[in-house]
């Protein structure tokens, strides 16, 4: 069974820095990856997702990734953030062959001004 | 396009009784999927559909959940005889036949009294 572990369950950061949300995952067969934003009382939406090819994915708002197979993780980035940003980020990961997603716990993101 | 809709947004009950949610996906997914959030246990994968295969229930807690889509469009996620545990939100997502992408409804935030 493959896990995903958030290293962070809250990550405050002031407007305009920027932003690291670390995601490592276990697994003993391919998976996809895949960040997650959940704003207050929305359901989830897709920021990125690595399938194959290239290991850093970009996606909406300015977000990226890097997918790295050697140290099991898809660290999440954003070089400067804004008020809006603030929300819950969930990393997931799906078997290649499969069709649940398991989450990690969550990172809550407050941006200050 | 229209996204994925859930219906209650909100649903009050009280112990022991049942609940029914429902999820219409987006048009033409043929993959659908319940999820349940929590704050203690997070996000977790509950039932999977695809097509006219038999489902994937390996996430359900308990005999008390069932689930059920109807020509292959609409699904009803039934709680019976609710619990105090049951409170959570509970997230519904369609994927095309790839299935690599997940999107999500806004969910129904599910209170059992």
């Known amino acids: 069974a493959q896990s995903v572990t958030q290293l962070d369950s809250q990550v405050p950061v002031f407007e305009e820095a920027p932003v690291e949300l670390r995601c490592n995952y276990s697994?003993?067969?391919?998976?996809?990856l895949f960040w997650y934003v959940q704003y207050p009382n929305q359901g989830l939406q897709l920021l990125l997702k690595?399938?194959?090819?290239?290991?850093l994915v970009k996606g909406i708002n300015g977000f990226e990734a890097e997918f790295n197979k050697s140290q099991t993780s898809f660290h999440l980035r954003k070089p400067s953030v804004h008020i809006s940003d603030t929300a819950e980020y969930f990393c997931a990961v799906k078997k290649a062959a499969g069709n649940k997603l398991t989450f990690g716990g969550g990172t809550r993101v407050l941006v200050k001004p | 396009g229209a996204g994925v809709s859930q219906s209650p947004s909100n649903k009050v009950t009280e112990k022991g009784k049942d609940v029914e949610l429902r999820c219409d996906p987006i048009?033409?997914?043929?993959?659908l999927y319940w999820y349940r959030q929590s704050l203690g246990q997070g996000l977790e994968f509950l039932i999977y559909?695809?097509?006219?295969?038999?489902?994937?229930k390996s996430g359900l807690p308990s005999d008390r959940f069932s689930a059920e889509r109807t020509g292959g469009s609409v699904s009803t996620l039934t709680i019976q005889r609710t619990q105090q545990e049951d409170s959570a939100v509970y997230l519904c997502a369609s994927s095309s036949g790839t299935g690599e992408t997940q999107y999500f409804g806004p969910g129904t935030r599910l209170l059992v009294l």
């Open positions: 690595y399938l194959s090819g290239s290991t």
């Open positions: 697994s003993s067969v391919s998976v996809y």
């Open positions: 048009s033409g997914h043929t993959a």
């Open positions: 559909f695809q097509g006219n295969s038999a489902p994937d």
